[in-house]
């Protein structure tokens, strides 16, 4: 690449990607721009009915955001989702790939549908079937742990354990995803590599840390991008498992974004958080990625 | 591209995605009405002239985002049935049309308090489909064996009652189930205290006028006199069976509850319990009226059909058929006589709270405040406010919601 390239090029090049762009702007640039100028105004039911009831509130939707309680118990679990959910789901994930990727696993087809099926079933009907399996006094879940002499938890009802058993849910329904990454990523380790530290005496563990996961830096960098987005967008899960409940332990920032935009209909101010919901994002990315650039991954 | 070109084939599909048949009046109903509207429409056979009636069903948990984005996508049906408490709320955006003159008639022999919460500056705008209200549910055996025939209904008496009943439940037990989380128990002793909860043309909250505060440190009391459990309702994992179990022996629910106790409690349970009135401060209380209207959207064509339609709905023959199709309570009492409801033991405490009903304020804002007057009460209960000062926060956070209520009212552009 010259950079400079013939008129032409440019041309074909814009003409090529106009249409993405077009949809970009179209979808994403405009309601963006769209959601900022509503979370200064106070756009409510009265405001639905008619235009002229719309008023410009300046900060106001965000200072009383600020000094809403339930604001920050929807942060607070969201940053727990964010923390927990992330190691969690990006550790199950490489550890579903290594398995799939080692030599001595028979039938890896198999295991590789297996195990990205709940990726791509359904979430209602698999919330259903662990609601099911989550089930205080005939839940498989609450079996297997009696049979360890652990006394029945009632997942979803209780305050302390539905934040848990939410994260169990949502890391069993996306791990195939990453999985699949990690898998694509793990193929391209030259063997070499790996084999000439099982030469040199390296145990597993070893070649894993040393070998294998520099080597797959930049995808684990990749993932948890995606994987803290994605904890931080929880939505459908708490809506069809717990409603936000029990008292509000699984309201996530999104949950509560829905109900003030759609069970209060304050849109205003549900733009509102979704303004600062998308600065949390940012800062968060910003982060992992100089972190990323000071250990070399990219 | 191509692909786009693949889905042309489909677009005369897409074009049926937009009309209805024009000819077809279409109802919005919901949860259990939903499923026997047209069963129900089967067995009256309405007449030819009228246009044919198509059912929609919804979900009750998403009938109110269904109803406001209707309104904002322009979609709403000809006629829905919609929950009493968002009546205020449908007049205001002027997504339903008041009552024409003829129908009237329909809100004749109905429970004043029920059709008084249709009415908004002095206009009907909803006729009641079936009616509801909360009232004690209580056991039989433990009033008995504390020395009483039912709850008494003066405050002074109804706590006295509960005390012996709580010393014979014994200890980790209770006398009242009042779940921290739900506004209902805590509105209904505000309205039996005659609590007038707004102020103002409704724009301001009337939280601490000297009735309010006596509900609430009322309630306050039986929390910490431990009648009543520091328990929200997701802690009571099976209600039926703690009410068995004597954990509390009075709970506060509404007609639906009825046939959960009859198919719930196990058979020797089912002499055991019964239904009383709420108590007030000096003898009887007050609730607040419940159930579901009948509305006719605005915009639509043919509003004389529609009306024709909820007439039919409301008329003796049918309000039965709908009483004996699902439980609900019919709205007109001369139903009431018909289907033997004012005899039963059960059910007849249901009409006489529903006599003692007192509508609540009807504004739009009126579901969060009370949301939030809940969540300042717990935390009272729990102790972090007194009774005077969570009267004044309660008050405090109902004036900010009632801001743009104030706004509008100074344009003169609010009901």
Redesign the interface.
Known sequence: MTGVGRPGEARAGWAMSAPALAAILAFFVVPAIGSLFLSFTDFDIYALADLDNLRFVGFQNYERLVANPLFWKAMTNSLLFVAIGTPFIVALSLFAALLINSRWLKWRPVWRVALFAPYVTTLVATAVVWRYLLHTRYGLVNYLLSLVGIAPVDWLGSPTASLPAILIFVGWKTFGYSMIIFLAALQTVPRELDEAARIDGAGWFTRLRHVTLPAIAPTVLLVSVLTVAAMFQLFAEPYVMTQGGPAQSTVTILYFMYEEGFKWWNLGSGAAVAFLLFLCILAVTLVQLRLARRSGAI | MTGALAALPLLPMLGGCGARRADALTIWAMGNEGTILPVLLDRLALPASLPRVEVQPLPWSAA??KL??G??GGSLPAIGQVGNSWIA?MA????IVPLPAPAAALLDDQFAAVVETNRIAGTAWAVPWYVDTRLQFYRKDMFARAGYAAPPLAWAEWKQALHRVKALAGPGNYAVLLPL?EFEQLLTIALSAGARLLRDKDARGAFSDPEFKAALAFYKSLFDEKLAPLA?A??I?NIWNEFAKGYFSIFTSGPWTIGDMKSRLAPDMQGKWGTAPNPGPGGIGSAAPGGSSLVVFANHADSTAAWDIVARLLAPNAQLELHRLTGNLPARRSVWRAAGLASDPIVAPFATQLDRATALPKV?EWE?IVTEMQVVAERMVRGEFGVDAAAREIDRRAD?LLE?RR??LDRG??L
């Open positions: 109110h985002e406001l984005t309104f904002a709320e205001a955006i002027g997504a989380n929200t997701a802690q994992s739009p969060r900010r743009k706004w509008m552009r609010a």
